[in-house]
């Protein structure tokens, strides 16, 4: 289903952006970079915008949303704004009683640890979300207006992830009462999982219709799931949020070529299941530090668009290290038909902002 005519990718305004360039696998000229986490307290003009008002307000206010999300394009010049929102903003639109901790997370009133517990919560219908989205359009819309020919990324949390918070009840090491579920209780949490999938994916659909040029499925914690767990117990959900985005496309400006709306999957210490990844759905896999970029890059089998990965300890390095640090990145990503600088998680809260700054300007002069 082609994405409708105002759309930025259908109007011509970002389909050949470096951004969406690169995601469908065409090298451009310069290489384009974005940070994870690049909205938020790393910026001081963030902290000011956001006193006095709790995350998830501040996500479901449209005016402030599309705000915190243009700040890191017009400091720093990215190449892409990611939608200042929350994979938990979701749950919260369908009544989950979640808020978030600063400086801890997602954190549940209830935890879901039961047959019970899953029963209740599945027991919500999806559907119902479709009518709550109203703030997260508004969000997009308003800020795909500023971005003009800079591509905007939507994003959503994929179904392990936010089970992860649902069944540990907030933040954990190991994911270990989610993983126990998978194996003890399997029924319980397919069912945790197609409702999860259901949800996370109506919220990514919602953005990308509303003006994103392209799509990430966070599963930040994938990383802890052995491959075997990761394909029977994971994969399939992962693969159903995808599935909400997948059927988008949008006509290249040459007036003939139709294009999929491109889609990143990103995860923390997912080496082992890159490929696995990939196969969900995704045209390009984010990789985090912990993989070297050119490995990654082999075990995807050399034709995967790649994004990642400067190791985010390194922007409190001496410039002359974090220096020769992205030009090795840089370096590696050259072995895949295409490579998005990004970092290989999060900007750290205490990052110079000026030092992001200087990474984007050196990532362009390469
Ligand atoms: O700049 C951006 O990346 C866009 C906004 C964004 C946020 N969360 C804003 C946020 C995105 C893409 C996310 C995704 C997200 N949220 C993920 C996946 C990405 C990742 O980092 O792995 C996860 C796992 C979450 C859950 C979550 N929400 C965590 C772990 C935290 C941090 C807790 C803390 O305070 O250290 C949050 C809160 C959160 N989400 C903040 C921001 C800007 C901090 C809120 C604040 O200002 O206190």
């Known amino acids: 289903m082609l994405v409708p005519t105002t759309h930025p990718l259908q109007a011509g305004l970002t389909a050949e952006s470096t951004l969406i360039s690169a995601y469908r696998g065409i090298r451009p000229a310069t290489t ?91 027991a919500n219908d999806p559907a119902q979300l479709d009518s709550a989205l109203g703030p997260i359009i508004d969000a997009v819309a308003r800020t795909v207006a500023e971005l003009g020919t800079t591509p905007l990324i939507g994003f959503a949390g994929a179904p392990f992830t936010l089970a992860a918070y649902l069944v540990e009840g907030g933040p954990s090491k190991d994911h270990i009462r989610a993983r126990t579920m998978m194996h003890s209780d399997p029924e319980s949490w397919a069912a945790l999982m197609a409702w999860t999938a259901e949800i996370t994916g109506r919220f990514l659909r919602a953005q990308v219709l509303a003006g994103a040029s392209a799509a990430q499925l966070f599963d930040s914690w994938a990383g802890s799931l052995s491959p075997d767990d990761y394909a029977r117990h994971v994969a399939p959900a992962s693969a159903r949020v995808l599935e909400f985005v997948r059927d988008l496309t949008f006509t290249l400006p040459d007036g003939t070529t139709e294009a999929r709306v491109p889609v990143v999957h990103f995860g923390v210490g997912t080496g082992e299941i890159l490929p696995q990844m990939r196969d969900v759905g995704a045209d390009v896999v984010g990789i985090d530090y912990r993989t070297r970029l050119d490995e990654g890059i082999r075990r995807l089998g050399g034709n995967v668009p790649v994004q990642g990965n400067i190791d985010p300890a390194m922007l409190a390095a001496p410039w002359a290290v974090l220096e020769a640090h992205v030009r090795e990145v840089h370096r590696r990503g050259l072995d895949a038909p295409a490579h998005v600088m990004n970092l290989g998680h999060g900007v750290p809260p205490e990052t110079d902002p000026a030092v992001l700054t200087r990474v984007v300007e050196l990532v362009h002069s390469l």
């Open 32 to 122: 384009p970079v974005w940070f994870m986490r690049q909205a938020g307290r790393s910026l001081p003009e963030y902290r000011e915008l956001r006193v006095g008002t709790e995350m998830l307000q501040a996500c479901l206010t449209p005016e402030l949303a599309s705000e915190i999300t243009l700040q890191p394009v017009r400091r720093h010049a990215v190449d892409a704004g990611i939608f200042f929102s929350d994979i938990v903003v979701p749950l919260k639109l369908v009544g989950v009683d979640v808020s978030i901790v600063p400086g801890r997370g997602p954190v549940m009133g209830k935890a879901v640890r039961t047959a019970a517990d899953v029963a209740e919560l599945v």
